[in-house]
């Protein structure tokens, strides 16, 4: 297996994250980005022009970082981080996709829109220019704003995001957060549950390895 | 179970699409928008703001389209519509993520922030205004543009999207498309694969159904 990595961006981090949680072996790794984006020798291959992108060895090429992750999950069942019955599977689905959708996304939209390394670059896996829109900056940090709200809602009731086990559900939301820091958008004081959570997961051996 | 419904919400038809096309029986449906939007009634005890919702019956509350169609796959294995092993899993899930973030997500961009409807709703899942930002119409259609092109290449080698059946990507890349011909935007000329398969998969009972 080659993992196709660029190690500031916070979708590669799910993924090494997921590895190093499972146990697994990392993979041999290829940098395929430099300072703000990717290499051109690797957009030519994978014109997705998205990382993380996972070769199995056997000819397969994954792209998108959950589906990645579920392919490692079935490579090793425990432990368990997907979901072991149809219902903890909905309930760690449901939670990752809002990580992703209001943390992730608020995060990238904020970035994305008001650094001048991304001019041009307002979206990712796009070869073609994106403009930047000014007001997607105030838009991501209504929707990071959001996120923060519904998790503590969620980390007040539960020890973890999909209950009370680390699941990838976790994982999405930390390296959305952490992220989120980068840009001074952490987390607010008023989410005191979120706080707690996050002192935690970031404790894992896995979370500062993966850095 | 009952599933709380907004009939023309393309998200909700992929729910009611998956449901059909496993042969399972339509849940209790409650329908909780009007013309334009969901009531408050339901936003009242929903405050996530989205459907399509799905209660199981004891106890749990499931949102996000995909992880209701998660817990369904493992309410009835067959047919399987998610992958019976991590490879497969693995790939549908590439293409139902590729199918939702720039096909729905470029025809809801466009939508959004076009149609004098959702003034102040620029985005989903918001109980709080959220202004339209006319620089997302054309950048959604360019969204929408590269699903095309990026599906007409996958489509041309394939005959379902995921590969040589019918998958839950199918159904995300159908409702996409159905939604985004409602904008005018439907597949462009210089995609035969992509009105091919169009064709093919529109022609199956649960397509029809599920409008």
């Known amino acids: 297996m080659k993992l196709y990595n660029w190690q500031p961006a916070p979708n590669c981090r799910r993924v090494r994250m997921f590895i190093l949680e499972k146990g697994l072996d990392m993979p041999e790794t290829k940098e395929v980005g ?41 490579e090793r069942l425990e432990p368990n981080l997907m979901g072991a019955n149809g219902r903890e599977k909905a309930v760690i689905e449901m939670w990752e996709r809002r990580a992703y959708e209001e943390g992730m996304t608020g995060a990238a939209e904020v970035l994305r829109n008001s650094h001048p390394a991304f001019v041009d670059r307002g979206l990712q896996g796009s070869l073609e220019p994106v403009p930047q829109i000014p007001a997607l900056i105030e838009r991501g940090r209504g929707r990071l704003n959001r996120f923060y709200r519904k998790f503590e809602d969620q980390l007040r009731e539960n020890r973890f995001v999909a209950g009370d086990r680390f699941t990838v559900a976790d994982i999405t939301a930390l390296c959305s957060i952490d992220f989120a820091k980068l840009l001074d958008l952490g987390i607010p004081e008023d989410c005191p549950s979120v706080v707690r959570w996050h002192r935690e997961v970031s404790s894992r051996p896995a979370a500062g390895a993966s850095l």
Chains 1, 2 share one sequence.
Do not use: N, Q, S
Not at 63 to 74: K, T, V, Y
């Open 34 to 74: 430099y300072e703000f984006g990717l290499t051109a020798d690797y957009t030519k291959t994978w014109t997705h022009a998205l990382v993380p992108m996972l070769e199995t060895g056997d000819g397969l090429r994954i792209g998108e970082a959950m589906a990645i992750c579920r392919f490692l999950e079935e």
